[in-house]
């Protein structure tokens, strides 16, 4: 007779939460892969949007604040992380219309970011073209290297 104590776990429980598996993830497709020369890139650009983040707010009212809070860099890195899987270019381009980026479509669809960097929500839309443009130059950096593979 298994032991009905509060602190032992009956056999029953341990055996199928030892042979329950998660399911493996599947690997991103090398085709969307953000390497480490797209990843110094994006870096870059999202320094210099938030760096004139920093320079558009009232000194008066946020001249305390550090230049960290308007994108830091864990924001960086997530945003970096997601552009592959989330934030595709089709899902941007969905925010433009006739060429003009949709203010308030590019707000709601930058909300995990906004909700953590409030400075950066007055911004938005100019964000959502800088990752549109990130696509654009993370593209013209695989067709190169896809070149140089041919040309070896």
């Known amino acids: 007779m ?79 992380d997601s552009l592959p899987t989330f934030y595709t270019r089709s899902m941007l381009q969905s925010v433009v219309h006739n060429g003009e980026i949709n203010y308030r479509a590019s707000c709601t669809i930058m909300v995990p970011f906004t909700t953590q960097s409030t400075y950066v929500s007055d911004c938005s839309h100019e964000l959502i073209q800088i990752l549109i443009d990130l696509h654009t130059q993370f593209d013209g950096i695989r067709t190169r290297k896809r070149e140089e593979v041919k040309a070896r």
Do not use: H, N
Not at 24 to 30: D, E, F, G, H, Y
Not at 51 to 69: H, N
């Open 2 to 80: 298994p032991c009905t104590c509060r602190s032992c776990i009956p056999e029953s429980q341990t055996m199928s939460s030892a042979t329950s598996k998660v399911p493996p993830r599947k690997p991103l497709s090398l085709s969307i892969w953000v390497t480490r020369e797209m990843r110094e890139l994006a870096v870059e650009c999202l320094r210099e949007f938030q760096r004139l983040c920093w320079l558009d707010v009232d000194e008066l009212t946020t001249g305390m604040i550090p230049i960290e809070s308007y994108l830091p860099d864990p924001l960086i890195e997530t945003l970096i």
